[in-house]
């Protein structure tokens, strides 16, 4: 299928070239013990503020790969820097938030507002606050704290901790803690970085309530998108770390939706996402080579 760009599209990611990864080893522990956040904490302005311990993999879900969280929290402050390491999720966040809306729109009747929405692998919250700011009850899950801090720190400066709130919990725990409680789960430009996405897609389904709706984004795996998300954006645009994806964890769209449908749910609507760096345009089409959403609902 012909593809319309003129230049490489690189994936989703928000990482930038230049900027050092740490090559091995988990996010370390930190000794201080001034605030204490365990794996059910839900973010405060102590927790946001204080010295904490950072936590190793064995007191997280196995289904984490703290080398991958560590990329994301060692740019934690770059967040909310529209200019910055996810200039690129701020950029297309509109149009994501926009078909998120409608697919809900269009299995429950009505739009964000009201709905209570869970954003797994959350990050900053730059679509989790997006999703409040439309009126939905919003909480966003993540696995680095230093995501979660800025996250909070950025609500609580909006004046939006009515709307929107964190918690440092495995979604496999979250789940067990509160089946089908939520209207709307998303999980964006996570999968890519699990051990085990099909867990994932799994505990999404529990956590929504019969007819809930769930969106779930990531990077397909083929030649072309080797070609546009490694080659093109690592090596020949510079705009990312060489070496920020992992081509084998790259998930198809059958796969995927092989996933969805073990885990239980039916009906899907898939979306291609496309990125152009030198005309910073971005748009949706039906072409799904490299990266995509989807959408799938849960019966009732
Ligand atoms: N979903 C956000 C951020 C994407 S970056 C957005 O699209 O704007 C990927 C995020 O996934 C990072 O914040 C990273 O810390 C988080 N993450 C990676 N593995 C995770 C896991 N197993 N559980 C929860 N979050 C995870």
């Known amino acids: 299928m012909h ?3 003129t230049a490489p599209q690189p994936q989703i990611d928000p990482r930038h070239a ?29 927790h946001a503020n204080a010295t904490i ?55 429950t009747g009505s739009g964000l507002t009201g709905k209570k929405v869970l954003d797994v692998g959350c990050g900053g919250g730059i679509l989790t606050e997006s999703m409040a700011r439309r009126g939905a009850a919003a909480t966003g899950i993540d696995l680095g704290v230093e995501n979660l801090q800025a996250a909070h720190l950025h609500a609580e400066q909006n004046h939006l901790t009515a709307q929107v709130q964190y918690r440092h919990i495995a979604i496999e725990q979250l789940a067990k803690q ?7 789960v998303t999980c964006m430009e996570m999968l890519e970085h699990v051990p ?24 397909n795996r083929n030649p072309k998108s080797y070609l546009f998300a490694i080659i093109g954006a690592e090596y020949v645009l510079g705009l990312l770390d060489r070496g920020t994806h992992d081509y084998a964890k790259f998930i198809t769209p059958a796969e ?14 898939l979306i291609g996402l496309h990125y152009n760096p030198i005309t910073k345009r971005y748009w949706l089409a039906q072409n799904v080579d490299v990266n995509y959403m989807m959408a799938v609902v849960k019966p009732q």
């Open 256 to 269: 995927l939706d092989s996933m969805a449908i073990a885990a239980g749910f039916n009906r899907q609507d």
């Open 196 to 219: 085990d996405p099909s867990q994932i897609v799994t505990a999404c389904f529990d956590l929504l309530k019969p007819g809930g709706v769930c969106v779930l984004s990531t990077i």
């Open 18 to 46: 230049g900027r050092d990864a740490p090559s091995s080893g988990s996010v370390r522990f930190n000794g201080n013990v001034n605030g204490h956040m365990n794996d059910t904490d839900t973010m405060t302005d102590a």
């Open 178 to 184: 509160q089946p089908e409680s939520f209207d709307v």
């Open 53 to 107: 311990n950072r936590p190793t993999q064995d007191s997280l879900s196995a289904n984490v790969d703290m080398d991958e969280v560590g990329k994301f929290t060692q740019l934690a402050h770059e967040w909310w820097d529209k200019r910055g390491a996810f200039a690129t999720l701020h950029e297309i966040n509109p149009l994501r938030l926009n078909w998120i809306e409608a697919n809900v729109n269009r299995y």
């Open 3 to 5: 593809h319309p760009d």
